[in-house]
């Protein structure tokens, strides 16, 4: 399937597991990766390229647990820069802007980006309209509250079904607004008002997501339900526990993984694929 970012893009997905490198620009990531300096953000995304990143996605703002709001104004300050510079350096790859606001996703996709990676799944007004306007790619993504809230007491009936009947809602709604479906991934958002176990079900029950017919994008990286499984408290400790999520949820239908180590994740992507029978 070709998933057309924009004119200068376009990834073939279902062939081999596309990986996502997370540059955040932010100087309270919960990973401990954040740069808030341009010239070390620029210098990370092209150490992506080398190590075989496919998608770049920025993002200004923490939305860990807990998190609070980053004002519109700061977050382009934050990002705008680093895309400026890459797009006037011929960057290759296609850059993702993380954001849930539609005047950053806007400012960010007149500067040269082409993807809209959405934490709250087009849900903040304005963001239905901006992706009609802009035709961008999307990532929908589910959350259970907000980054202040969604993990005091997530609860769910069933939450791949929950999670499922959402993402097929919100994605019904940007096609309705004329955004053509090969422009949409969702995400199930592992650990984003969920348990661990929640997260662990997600990642069983993958399929029922790519059931939906649209590709899947997965974000476990370094994530706290895998230091709490492992009792590793450091973030960047967890990459071994990383690349289990990865392979379990390759195998099980994810088409992207989004990723703090790109190096070790993008192995871990080949020899999965290796072994699904996909092509290198």
Known sequence: MAWRCCERHELLLGQRTIVMGILNVTP???????????????????????EGADILDIGGESTRPGSQPVPADEEMRRVLPVIERLMAQNFPLPISVDTYK???????????ACIVNDIYGLRQTGMLELVADFQPA??????????????LNPTYTDCVREIRDFLREQAEKAIAVGLPKEKIIVDPGIGFGKTVEHNLEILRRLSEI?????????????????????????PAERVWGTA???????????DIVRVHD???MVQVARMTDAVLGRKL
């Open 28 to 50: 309270d990531s919960f990973s401990g990766d954040g740069v808030v300096d341009t010239d070390a953000a620029v210098a990370r995304a092209w150490k992506f390229v080398e």
């Open 102 to 112: 539609p005047e950053v996703a806007k400012r960010a996709l007149e500067t040269g």
């Open 138 to 151: 999307v990532v929908i993504m589910h959350m259970q509250g907000t980054p202040q809230t969604m993990q």
């Open 210 to 234: 790519k059931a939906l017919g649209y590709p899947v994008l997965i974000g476990t990286s370094r994530k706290s339900f895998i230091g709490k499984v492992l009792g590793i408290e450091v």
């Open 244 to 254: 289990a999520t990865v392979a379990i949820a390759i195998a099980n239908g994810a």
């Open 262 to 264: 790109v190096r070790e």
